[in-house]
């Protein structure tokens, strides 16, 4: 009983929370970002710009400090690599937190140049939101342009520019984009409408 004890890493009883972390941190870090900013900073990113690269390099800093933090101290080899692999996995579930939660809004900080852009009008269309009788709305739009900064593919918006583009069905849709703090593209608004 001794032998199997001994072979045992010893940890705090802290360890295992403190490995939820890289997980727990983007959550909260949204959920304040929500109650204090809200949609003060425009965060509708445009096809195909993205943030899900620095969405895995938030990841993988926060993992990796998290783990330093806890094996701070700690002088086992075993519990170095069963927090390394924990961090792993609980970065990788906190990785589309910060890709679609954080990361947006702070690209949202701070905007360039607006540039309007000419885009074809595909259709309409809403789905529900999770566990709720409330829609998403969304509209496919298709550019014509080689060079046009934003691609074609579904924007989000809101139900009022869903009512109004729905009813009109327009051959062609005015999209205003402008480059944001992070460097991906954000919708600002559709025609005279503010973006949702």
């Not at 941190?25 to 690269?53: E, F, Y």
């Not at 809004?105 to 000419?118: D, I, K, M, Q, R």
């Not at 520019?161 to 991906?184: H, K, N």
């Amino acid at each position: 009983m001794t032998g199997q004890s001994s072979r045992r890493a010893k940890v705090s009883a802290s360890f295992f929370v403190k490995l939820l972390l890289p997980f727990a941190l983007p959550i909260l870090v949204t959920a304040v970002i929500a109650v204090s900013i809200g949609n003060d900073w425009p965060r509708h990113i445009a096809p195909p710009s993205g943030l899900k690269l620095a969405g895995f390099c938030a990841m993988a800093i926060t993992g990796f400090l998290v783990w330093c933090l806890v094996v701070r101290g700690i002088e086992d080899n075993r519990a170095h690599k069963l927090a390394a692999i924990l961090c792993v996995v609980t970065s990788l579930m906190g990785w589309p937190v910060w890709s679609v939660g954080v990361l947006p809004s702070v690209n949202g900080l701070a905007l360039g140049v607006e540039e309007t852009v000419p885009m074809t009008f595909v259709r309409t269309e809403w789905t529900h939101k999770s566990k709720s009788r409330d829609r998403y709305h969304w509209v496919w739009l298709r550019t014509e342009r080689q060079a046009a900064p934003i691609a074609s593919g579904r924007y989000f918006i809101s139900a009022d520019t869903y009512r109004d583009l729905s009813s009109r069905q327009p051959e062609m849709v005015e999209v205003q984009v402008a480059r944001g703090f992070l460097g991906a593209m954000v919708v600002t608004a559709y025609g005279r409408d503010k973006a949702p």
